[in-house]
T-cell receptor, first 112, second 118 residues
């Protein structure tokens, strides 16, 4: 069956370290993959989009990799700050139609 | 520039009643999407409008849900009659372009409407 897996357990890291979040998927062939940030009581906020023909994309302290062979994306936040604490959602697109399919998200806590 | 706005932010209704959720997308965004997050689950796609036309409504749970986008501006999502399992947070999002091969496919989400059916 089709599935998107993100770490259900929260990730706790120390300020200044690099946070790495994982998104694995099965039985999908997405044309692109997106990462969103969601804070409590708010809607998701788009961060990065990476296409199937791209290996890596960067934006400021964020880096996303996309391995279509492993069916995995890694999301890195370097020099993490307490303000980076949030839930991060992985989403697949272009799987058929124009809908976006979301993972359940991983909660990140950055301690000062 | 105003973002995507949703109304109401919270709604508590009794089983069997009707509720209408509203979404105002960002001005100029032809694409409008409805999503739902049931407690403890992932965000699930409901449907997608391009202007006033339903492009994809494959995620609509059943015929108790009716979405409209008259004139291609704001959209409403009506649940009639509401059931307990309809409780959750309903998100609306809009984007300027549809295809992934454009830089303008970023989707902007509203803050959501928390619906509780008791």
């Amino acid at each position: 069956s089709q599935k998107i897996e993100q770490n259900s357990e929260a990730l706790n890291i120390q300020e200044g370290k690099t946070a790495t979040l994982t998104c694995n998927y099965t039985n999908y062939s997405p044309a692109y993959l997106q990462w969103y940030r969601q804070d409590p009581g708010r809607g998701p906020v788009f961060l990065l989009l990476i296409r199937e023909n791209e290996k890596e994309k960067r934006k400021e302290r964020l880096k996303v990799t996309f391995d279509t062979t492993l069916k995995q994306s890694l999301f890195h936040i370097t020099a993490s700050q307490p303000a980076d604490s949030a839930t991060y959602l992985c989403a697949l697109g272009g799987t058929g139609g124009f809908k976006t399919i979301f993972g359940a998200g991983t909660r990140l806590f950055v301690k000062a | 520039e105003a973002g995507v706005t949703q109304f109401p932010s919270h709604s508590v209704i009794e089983k069997g009643q009707t509720v209408t959720l509203r979404c105002d997308p960002i001005s100029g965004h032809d694409n409008l999407y409805w999503y739902r997050r049931v407690m403890g689950k992932e965000i699930k796609f409901l449907l997608h409008f391009v202007k006033e036309s339903k492009q994809d409504e494959s995620g609509m749970p059943n015929n108790r849900f009716l979405a409209e986008r008259t004139g291609g501006t704001y959209s409403t999502l009506k649940v009639q009659p509401a059931e307990l399992e309809d409780s959750g947070v309903y998100f609306c999002a809009s984007s300027q372009r549809t295809l992934a091969f454009s830089d303008r496919t970023e989707a902007f989400f509203g803050q959501g409407t928390r619906l509780t059916v008791v």
